[in-house]
């Protein structure tokens, strides 16, 4: 009995016992994916595989999925392989089946090299009158070409010219040819361009000089200015109303020939437009040019000495009244308070009455051949004219204001211009600070200094016969007569 039931027990034990000891089945989650990179770039048409990293690697379900954000830039298929369509950016996206775990990777598609084929340009032919310009248009194949540069020339830019617009600009007359050029395969068009030239009226002519002085043997060249300046035809004819005072050829250097006046006429032969100079012709046995500045000075022997007879108007610079100084050197223009130099010879006073100089500027004033006279050299003068008591009245200019014969204020006593001096009344720059005394005095330096500080002058007044000498400071604005060396 016993035997009976201990085998069937023994084999259900058997079974239990199997079954009990095998093992249970292990599930391992996926708990994160990465790309094997994180950015690529492709050019256009390229493919890159990525690959997708599951962790754990014993994870059991490794399925994934791959998703592009742009599939018209690039597209990835089941195995992770993107490729590359259309120049942008994209993202790639992996998935795991497992969790939804996400790994991304940015793709920069790269525009593929697309050669130039040719090029156009919106004209072939092209007129423009003078001054005008134009732009042309240019047009390279295929559209998509990668190197879109290129360099615009012109066959002669004395013609027309072209900027790196294309912007074409018409100068003269004449026939010229624009050509554009690729940098990619040195492709190239062409536009012909005609300039036609325009005719521009010359509506005045004027000159330089309106008046020069000249001393006989000695030129000097006028220059004519046609208005508008960029009138067509700029022939000019010149004339000399008297040939024997003064000639003039065909580039406007007149020529002093004698002693005298002549009028200088320029015409255009566009419209006989007209300008004119007035020449003075100065004998060269009494007046000189001062190469400095082409001015001329009338000179007169007065018993061993040679006088200038007008007040020198060099003027290197010029400084307003204000201005003074005993060692640095200035110069004035009476009724002028101004800096510029070509401004203050355009004055009425800088032509009559010359430029007033304070001592240090006066010692070094006169031109080559001639030089500030010493105090001795001025009581020479005056001695030769009988004495300071009436040397005054024999310099003097003669005539006055107030009787429309001269320049000098009434009663300008006793005055006979005896030697030819031409005392004109200049005044000074005084140490007021003011111009003062024009036409009621005339003051001269002499290049000797009574002082440290003052230096000698001579002065000759309007109610008085006699040449005044007294020591002035030398910051104080006077006149010049130069004597010949």
Request: glycine share 8%; hydrophobic share 35%; charged share 15%.
């Amino acid at each position: 009995m016993k035997t009976k039931y201990f085998i069937p027990l023994l084999f259900i034990f058997s079974i239990l016992l199997i079954f009990s000891c095998k093992e249970e089945e292990i599930v391992f989650n996926v708990t994160n994916v990465t790309l094997s990179k994180t950015t690529v770039s492709i050019i256009e048409g390229d493919s890159e595989t990525l690959t997708a990293v599951i962790a754990p690697t014993n994870a059991s379900n490794k399925k994934v999925t791959w998703k592009s954000s742009d599939n018209a830039i690039v597209i990835i298929d089941p195995y992770g392989k993107a490729q590359a369509l259309k120049a942008g950016n994209a993202t790639i996206t992996v998935t795991t089946e497992d969790g939804n775990k996400t790994a991304t990777c940015n793709v920069t598609v790269l525009a593929g090299s697309v050669a130039v084929s040719g090029v156009s340009l919106n004209k072939s032919a092209l007129t423009l009158d003078e001054g005008l310009s134009e732009y042309l248009t240019v047009t390279i194949a295929p559209v998509n070409a990668t190197n879109k540069k290129i360099t615009w020339t012109s066959s002669n830019n004395a013609v027309a010219t072209v900027e790196g617009n294309g912007n074409v600009t018409a100068h003269k007359a004449g026939n010229v040819t624009i050509t554009v050029t690729t940098e990619d395969g040195n492709k190239t068009a062409t536009c012909n361009v005609t300039v036609n030239a325009v005719i521009v009226v010359a509506t005045d002519v004027s000159l330089d000089k309106t008046s020069i002085s000249l001393v006989q043997g000695n030129s000097r060249t006028l220059t004519a200015t046609i208005t508008p300046v960029n009138a067509t035809n700029k022939k000019v004819e010149w004339q000399s109303s008297n040939n024997a005072i003064a000639t003039v050829d065909s580039n406007g250097k007149v020529t002093a020939v004698n002693a005298g006046t002549a009028t200088i006429t320029v015409t255009t032969e566009d419209g006989n437009m007209t300008a004119t100079c007035s020449v003075k012709v100065f004998d060269a046995t009494s007046a000189f040019t001062d190469s400095r500045d082409d001015n001329v000075y009338s000179f007169v022997t007065i018993g061993e000495q040679v006088w200038m007879s007008e007040n020198l108007k060099y003027l290197p610079s010029v400084v307003g009244r204000t201005t003074d100084s005993n060692n640095d050197p200035y110069h004035y223009v009476s009724g002028y308070n101004g800096t510029d130099a070509s401004e203050a010879k355009a004055t009425s006073n800088y032509e009559t009455y010359g430029v007033l100089y304070n001592w240090p500027a006066a010692t070094n004033a006169c031109p080559s051949g001639w030089h500030l006279p010493s105090d001795a050299e001025w009581t020479q003068l005056t001695t030769y004219l009988g004495g300071e008591g009436g040397a005054g009245a024999r310099l003097k200019a003669t005539g006055t204001v107030q009787e429309g014969t001269g320049l000098w204020n009434s009663p300008n006593t006793g005055a006979s211009n005896q030697v030819g001096f031409t005392a004109l009344p200049g005044g000074n720059r005084n140490a007021g600070d003011t111009f003062f005394d024009l036409g009621n005095a005339a003051y001269w330096w002499t290049a000797t200094e009574s002082s440290s500080t003052n230096a000698w002058r001579r002065a000759v007044y309007r109610d008085q016969w006699h040449v005044n000498r007294n020591g002035i400071a030398k910051e104080i604005g006077l006149s010049i007569r130069c004597v010949r060396d």
